[in-house]
């Protein structure tokens, strides 16, 4: 981050202000369209990532495939899984849309397995000798538990997700990269710093958000606090 | 589709030549080798160092943070006009930069981390046997962090061979070429080939490293996958 902002002040023709004060309403309509891919993804990415993890957690053995599946897909560059999408989606939101949802995978299923696994024995013991039923255990204590983990990997997964959404961009998905490639395209280094800076700081901002909801939801990991 | 990709891909025409598949191969390799190689030169022996005096955890931890939020396409498109600024013309070193750039966090975390975490009776021990300050580092906190190096270099080394596809947007050719053109030509046989390239390209990256991490370290398998686990992400 620390470039642009030196560059910004050493040369000022690399950022036109004139041309930003132009442009808001686009502005805001691709950040509207960075968001909303954003949103889906890892929403989309989440229920299934639930799904793989209950399966997971009910049958150990399936763990393992399921884990490596998602882990291939997520070292698949986005730039190929896009384009491989692309003669069966067409252009646009839904070629990037399905790349972005089995990137979250990986991420998600890893964290609600490994928050699900690190609940305390003794903390499901307690809860079975006070008559939960299993089914009613798992969803009122162990996913409870697991909570701050799920949260974490759902930041990891949404800071990922706004990284990537601006290559979509190339196969036209709209969101911040529209202002990068148009930059790139006439060689105007405005609206690479625009797009550019615009998703560090989408990221950064959600980075954030969702530590500090993951305090928020775990008050008994603050001593004193939450009584 | 399926089919166009087979015709290009086994016509000996697409392979050879100026812009054929095997110079572009060469290039993404020659390109991803370079940029991988300055990463680990310039990352290691500050990690070494700092970790040896258990200084820059936050430094670590904010790399790790900042390198995810950081868009790839953003960097690259970013240097583009300062490399053409500063003379070093389009194509190879703006790409070059941008892929430096996301190598270097994931090598000096793990390296980092590998030298902080050896266990302190260790490092004692060591000097209680009478090794010297730098001898510690080397002959104990170094061998002792190598698997954690070792997946930090894997991690970028994807992470690299995956991202130089977007070089091709700064006009560099590489195996994005065939996307980029496929995609203006609308020909996506041509498309579906030069994602599948890529993709076989980044997996054979990651096994080769990994078969070579754990040739490194043989004696510290499971601990490489969990680092590789903790700082891996998407490209």
Same mark, same amino acid.
């Given at each position: 981050?620390?470039?642009?902002?030196?560059?910004?002040?050493?040369?000022?023709?690399?950022?036109?202000? #004139?041309?930003?004060?132009?442009?808001? #309403?686009?502005?805001?309509?691709?950040?509207?369209?960075?968001?909303?891919?954003?949103?889906?993804?890892?929403?989309?990415?989440?229920?299934?990532?639930?799904?793989?993890?209950?399966?997971?957690?009910?049958?150990?053995?399936?763990?393992?495939?399921?884990?490596?599946?998602?882990?291939?897909?997520?070292?698949?560059?986005?730039?190929?899984?896009?384009?491989?999408?692309? %003669?069966?989606?067409?252009?646009?939101?839904?070629?990037?849309?399905?790349?972005?949802?089995?990137?979250?995978?990986?991420?998600?299923?890893?964290?609600? +397995?490994?928050?699900?696994?690190?609940?305390?024995?003794?903390?499901?013991?307690?809860?079975?000798?006070?008559?939960?039923?299993?089914?009613?255990?798992?969803?009122?204590?162990?996913?409870?538990?697991?909570? %701050?983990?799920?949260?974490?990997?759902?930041?990891?997964?949404?800071?990922?997700?706004?990284?990537? +959404?601006?290559?979509?961009?190339?196969?036209?998905?709209?969101?911040?990269?529209?202002?990068?490639?148009?930059?790139?395209?006439?060689?105007?280094?405005? %609206?690479?710093?625009?797009?550019?800076?615009?998703?560090?700081?989408?990221?950064?901002?959600?980075?954030?958000?969702?530590?500090?909801?993951?305090?928020?939801?775990? %008050?008994?990991?603050?001593?004193?606090?939450?009584? | @589709?399926?089919?166009?990709? *087979?015709? /290009?891909?086994?016509?000996?025409?697409?392979?050879?030549?100026?812009?054929?598949?095997?110079?572009?191969?060469?290039?993404?390799?020659?390109?991803?080798?370079?940029?991988?190689?300055?990463?680990?030169? $310039?990352?290691?022996?500050?990690? *070494?160092?700092?970790?040896?005096?258990?200084?820059?955890?936050?430094?670590?931890?904010?790399?790790?943070?900042?390198?995810?939020?950081?868009?790839?396409?953003?960097?690259?498109?970013?240097? =583009?006009?300062?490399? /053409?600024?500063?003379?070093?013309?389009?194509?190879?070193?703006?790409?070059?930069?941008?892929? =430096?750039?996301?190598?270097?966090?994931?090598?000096?975390?793990?390296?980092?981390?590998?030298?902080?975490?050896?266990?302190?009776?260790?490092?004692?021990?060591?000097?209680? @046997?009478? @090794?010297?300050? =730098?001898?510690?580092?080397?002959?104990?906190?170094?061998?002792?962090?190598?698997? *954690? $190096?070792?997946?930090?270099?894997?991690?970028?080394?994807?992470?690299?061979?995956?991202?130089?596809?977007?070089?091709?947007?700064?006009?560099?050719?590489?195996?994005?070429?065939?996307?980029?053109?496929?995609?203006?030509?609308?020909?996506?046989?041509?498309?579906?080939?030069?994602?599948? $390239?890529?993709?076989?390209?980044? $997996?054979?990256?990651?096994?080769?490293?990994?078969?070579?991490?754990?040739?490194?370290?043989?004696?510290?398998?499971?601990?490489?996958?969990?680092?590789?686990?903790?700082?891996?992400?998407?490209?």
């Amino acid at each position: 981050m620390t470039p642009v902002l030196v560059l910004a002040s050493r040369h000022d023709r690399l950022l036109s202000w #004139d041309w930003i004060g132009d442009h808001t #309403d686009e502005i805001w309509e691709r950040t509207l369209q960075h968001l909303q891919l954003t949103g889906y993804a890892v929403g989309i990415g989440f229920v299934i990532a639930m799904a793989m993890a209950l399966v997971s957690l009910r049958w150990r053995r399936a763990y393992a495939p399921l884990a490596a599946f998602s882990g291939t897909l997520y070292s698949i560059p986005s730039l190929a899984l896009f384009a491989i999408l692309v %003669p069966y989606t067409g252009l646009g939101f839904r070629p990037v849309l399905i790349a972005l949802v089995t990137y979250t995978l990986l991420i998600l299923l890893r964290n609600i +397995v490994a928050g699900v696994d690190g609940v305390p024995p003794d903390v499901v013991e307690a809860a079975e000798g006070m008559g939960y039923e299993p089914w009613r255990r798992f969803l009122a204590v162990d996913l409870r538990l697991a909570t %701050p983990a799920i949260i974490g990997g759902i930041r990891v997964a949404t800071v990922t997700v706004i990284g990537l +959404v601006t290559v979509g961009a190339l196969v036209g998905s709209g969101g911040y990269g529209v202002f990068i490639n148009d930059g790139l395209s006439r060689s105007f280094s405005t %609206p690479i710093l625009v797009g550019g800076g615009l998703s560090i700081a989408m990221a950064l901002a959600f980075d954030l958000l969702l530590t500090l909801l993951q305090r928020l939801v775990t %008050p008994w990991a603050r001593p004193g606090a939450g009584r | @589709m399926i089919e166009d990709a *087979l015709t /290009y891909l086994t016509d000996a025409d697409s392979w050879w030549g100026k812009s054929g598949l095997a110079t572009l191969i060469w290039n993404h390799i020659r390109l991803s080798g370079a940029a991988l190689l300055v990463a680990v030169a $310039l990352a290691v022996p500050p990690a *070494l160092l700092l970790g040896h005096r258990h200084r820059g955890g936050l430094l670590a931890l904010t790399l790790v943070n900042l390198s995810r939020a950081l868009p790839t396409f953003a960097v690259i498109a970013f240097v =583009l006009p300062l490399s /053409y600024e500063f003379g070093f013309g389009l194509g190879f070193w703006p790409t070059f930069v941008a892929l =430096l750039l996301l190598a270097l966090p994931p090598i000096f975390v793990n390296a980092f981390t590998g030298v902080e975490e050896v266990d302190p009776a260790v490092v004692e021990a060591a000097r209680g @046997m009478g @090794m010297r300050d =730098l001898e510690v580092l080397r002959r104990v906190e170094v061998p002792a962090a190598l698997p *954690l $190096l070792a997946a930090g270099v894997r991690v970028s080394a994807v992470q690299v061979v995956a991202t130089t596809t977007l070089g091709t947007l700064v006009g560099y050719r590489c195996l994005g070429t065939p996307i980029i053109q496929g995609i203006a030509e609308r020909s996506y046989g041509k498309v579906l080939a030069g994602a599948v $390239l890529v993709a076989a390209l980044s $997996l054979l990256t990651d096994a080769a490293f990994g078969v070579l991490g754990n040739r490194l370290t043989p004696w510290a398998r499971d601990r490489g996958r969990e680092a590789k686990a903790s700082v891996q992400h998407a490209t």
